[in-house]
């Protein structure tokens, strides 16, 4: 399958990669902490025939520059001018955890902006800095870092522990290869953006057609927390992927695809 080659801004700020008609609507995924554009190169396949599919390089990761300051609302912003660089007009949005985060961020600061939105194993809150269970959250990712240890020589563990049943051996290698070109500094950035984030009270606002896609194995974003989370968004649809961890796009890209293509088909006439 031909790989889409990386592509920046015209502000040189953010890379991306893209597939499908420059005219298409925008469909725009946003991947995890351990993530990178390159990780949905099998969504930007499957659904670069009817969508402009596009995927972003977070800030400070890949070719797209670091924020000055790491924050979900400074990481929303990013978005927003991102949206604007590329003159997506009302996108769908697909946020897979922290992305997930991003996205409940900027329909607060912009309601209206999405057309529709996926969020893809992701959660309303992470909690208060000095709560027992963030405590421990932090110190398992970055205490191995502390101790001398380096993206790559954890990234097999970091991903092995987030996946469930019978992951597919390609987007496994995918993750790993990610999840080890991340720059240290960006995924200390991010996990402790984490700290403090929390939507809960804006759920019942979101007024665009949500889906939201968990993993029954996933540990991270539990099934369980995510099926209560959409009971609060109105009109929200549920899915929920039997045996899958937290890397559903890549331990399961078929079922992953299939069940965001029903949403995009129930949506409206014009996101067919």
Request: hydrophobic fraction near 45%; charged fraction near 20%; aromatic fraction near 6%.
């Amino acid at each position: 399958m031909p790989q889409p080659g990386p592509m920046i801004t015209e502000d040189g700020r953010f890379a991306y990669e893209a597939a499908g008609d420059p005219n298409a609507i925008p469909l725009i995924f946003l991947h995890g902490i351990g993530g990178a554009a390159r990780a949905w190169r099998r969504q930007l396949a499957t659904f670069g025939g009817r969508f402009r599919a596009i995927a972003w390089d977070m800030p400070g990761y890949g070719g797209s520059a670091p924020l000055a300051s790491v924050s979900i609302a400074a990481l929303a912003d990013a978005l927003q001018q991102f949206i604007a660089q590329l003159g997506a007009t009302r996108p769908i949005l697909v946020g897979h955890s922290i992305g997930g985060m991003i996205v409940q961020k900027l329909l607060v600061q912009c309601p209206k902006l999405a057309r529709a939105v996926v969020l893809a194993q992701t959660s309303p809150a992470f909690g208060k800095a000095d709560g027992d269970w963030q405590k421990s959250f932090l110190a398992a990712r970055l205490g191995p870092l502390d101790r001398g240890e380096t993206m790559q020589s954890l990234a097999p563990s970091l991903v092995r522990e987030l996946v469930g049943d019978d992951p597919d051996p390609a987007g496994m290698e995918l993750a790993r290869e990610c999840m080890a070109s991340v720059p240290e500094a960006s995924y200390r950035a991010m996990m402790l953006a984490l700290i403090g984030f929390d939507q809960r009270s804006t759920l019942k606002d979101i007024s665009v057609p949500t889906l939201l896609l968990s993993g029954s194995k996933d540990n991270n974003a539990p099934a369980p927390m995510m099926a209560k989370t959409a009971t609060y968004i109105p009109g929200a649809e549920y899915v929920e992927l039997p045996g899958v961890g937290h890397l559903a796009n890549l331990e399961r890209p078929e079922a992953f695809d299939e069940a965001i293509g029903r949403f995009l088909n129930s949506v409206d006439q014009s996101v067919r």
